[in-house]
C-alpha cells in the first residue's frame, strides 16, 4: 500500500497541472516608441538634451556630500594660494608702461623745465 501511496504523490508531482508548453519570453529589448502627443516629444526631446546633465551633477553632488569637507577645503586654498601666486608674478613681470601720448607730454615737460631753470639761472646771474 505504501508503495502505491508513493507512486501516486510521484506522478502528482512530476504531472504538471498546466498541459501547455511554458513559452520563454525572448530576451531581447522592446522598441521604444515616441508618444504620439506634442508635448510628449518635447518632454523626451529635453530629457534627451538636458536629463544627462542632471544625472551628472546629481552624481557629483552626492560624492561632494560624501567626501571629506577638509579635502575640498584644502583644495579651495591650494587654488587661491596658486592664483595668488600667478597674478604676483604677472605683476612683477610686467610693468606698467607709458602710452605714446604720456612720453610725449613727458618730454614735452623736461623741455620746458629746462627752459625754466635756464631763465631762472640767467635772471640770477645778472
Known sequence: MSSRLAKQSLDLLLKSKNTEK????????????????????????????????????????????????????????????????????ILRTQRLKASETEKQARVELVKLNKAISTDVAKKTSR
Open 22 to 89: 511554458r513559452k520563454w519570453e525572448s530576451e531581447e529589448p522592446k522598441r521604444v516608441t515616441l508618444p504620439t502627443t506634442k508635448n510628449g516629444i518635447k518632454k523626451i526631446k529635453y530629457e534627451i538634451r538636458y536629463g544627462r546633465q542632471q544625472r551628472a551633477k546629481a552624481r557629483q553632488v552626492s560624492k561632494e556630500k560624501k567626501a571629506n569637507p577638509l579635502v575640498a577645503l584644502y583644495k579651495e586654498e591650494e587654488a587661491m594660494d596658486e592664483t595668488l601666486e600667478r597674478n604676483l608674478k
